[in-house]
């Protein structure tokens, strides 16, 4: 549809499919079961999330009925075993799931990040049998919601200098502190009912002794802290500090071995990064076909916009960007092992190149439209905001480079 001023109306979502792979062999979809899931989260991303994502993130406001509904089709517990409710599969099968929800909403994507990386598959790979009995079910249902408390008020990326401390008193320990920037942290203003907490379980200066614990809501002490509005972008998803005053975690909520949580850390840290650089790749994927076609429809001077050299070069160096961001993407989803650490060189850098790619695909998509890429009905403005999150959230650039050329050096 057009109106007067020869504005296209939005589309509910992509119509053009020559940018992405659908053959079932590659490295997008490299198994049956791989391009059976990318094609159910695409329907439900066109029918269920695109049309509520707009007014959600005006709203600031997280949709808890979708997120039940990522429960029922099995996608909250994605990488978690079957025994437990979850759909056992690959890092593979994770990044199509969060580049087919980031093409609508990347913030809805950024909280069911939090739930189903953070928590169930952190808690998938490093929790004991019973732990793993007692919280996977309600959490890969979607009965449940909660995340990972890791940044501190006064420690981000220098994320092992954090004070939050559990002395151990009995059968229980004394948990002190709090946490910053929690994703889903709250849920339409109140509390969630899960975390995995990182703390400091000796002395505060050993940057080694981390262990992780199991945090229920209601647990007496624990409590909801600032609740962070007013975001530049991802508004659908919820942004706290959460508060520990004295509050007593029985020592079976630990998880592992006491002092050993910085290798669950780094471990989990690495399909964050690569979830997050598959955002990008979903973000920079919906500019590029909303500015191609826009390109096309739109006249000046009596011609297409595609004719003009300046906006060629927005759509080839952004086709180019992002192609070889989503190539690179699945090439270390697919060497990756969920269970393993140590794959940091390369899940650092598909998170720097991509990040900023999906940030720059977006910024050259609101170029194309000028004035009307600046307001909300195209939606690369939203898209735009939200793709500067992740150049920060798990690990910032800054942090990539300095983890990368260590690796780089290691060992000349």
Request: aromatic letters at 8%; a negative charge; hydrophobic letters at 40%.
């Amino acid at each position: 549809m057009m109106n007067g001023f020869g504005r296209r109306l939005p589309r509910m979502l992509l119509s053009s499919r020559r940018a992405y792979s659908t053959s079932v062999g590659d490295i997008f979809n490299p198994t049956p079961d791989h391009e059976a899931l990318r094609q159910m989260v695409s329907n439900f991303v066109v029918n269920e999330v695109e049309p509520q994502a707009q007014e959600h993130d005006r709203l600031e406001k997280f949709n808890m009925e979708l997120f039940k509904k990522c429960g029922e089709l099995g996608l909250l517990g994605i990488t978690a075993d079957g025994e437990y409710g979850g759909s056992h599969m690959d890092a593979v099968a994770a990044c199509i799931v969060h580049e087919e929800l980031s093409k609508s909403d990347p913030g809805f994507c950024l909280a069911y990040l939090a739930h189903s990386m953070l928590l169930v598959n952190n808690l998938n790979f490093n929790g004991s049998e019973e732990q793993k009995s007692k919280f996977l079910p309600d959490i890969c249902s979607g009965a449940k919601i909660g995340g990972m408390c890791m940044s501190e008020p006064n420690s981000g990326t220098d994320v092992l200098a954090m004070r939050t401390l559990a002395r151990a008193d009995g059968d229980e320990y004394v948990l002190n502190g709090s946490k910053m920037w929690i994703t889903n942290g709250y849920v339409n203003g109140e509390l969630g009912d899960l975390y995995l907490v990182y703390a400091k379980t000796g002395d505060l200066d050993n940057t080694r002794d981390v262990s992780m614990f199991i945090v229920e809501k209601g647990m007496p002490g624990f409590s909801l802290g600032q609740q962070i509005n007013n975001k530049c972008g991802m508004r659908a998803s919820g942004t706290a500090e959460l508060v520990f005053d004295n509050v007593r975690v029985p020592k079976a909520n630990i998880v592992g071995e006491k002092g050993n949580a910085v290798v669950c850390m780094m471990r989990n840290l690495e399909i964050e990064r690569i979830v997050l650089a598959a955002m990008s790749v979903g973000i920079a994927a919906r500019c590029m076909d909303v500015m191609a076609q826009y390109s096309v429809d739109r006249k000046a001077f009596g011609k297409s916009l595609s004719n003009f050299g300046q906006i060629q070069k927005h759509l080839a160096e952004s086709y180019a960007k992002y192609t070889a961001g989503r190539t690179y993407l699945y090439k270390v989803a697919n060497e990756m092992k969920l269970d393993q650490a140590g794959q940091r060189l390369e899940t650092d850098g598909v998170k720097l190149f991509c990040t900023t790619m999906g940030k720059e695909v977006a910024d050259s998509a609101i170029q194309v439209l000028g004035g009307y890429g600046y307001i909300g009905d195209y939606h690369v403005e939203r898209l735009w905001r939200d793709s500067k999150l992740l150049e920060i959230g798990g690990g910032t650039l800054e942090s990539q480079h300095k983890n990368m050329t260590r690796e780089i050096v290691a060992g000349r």
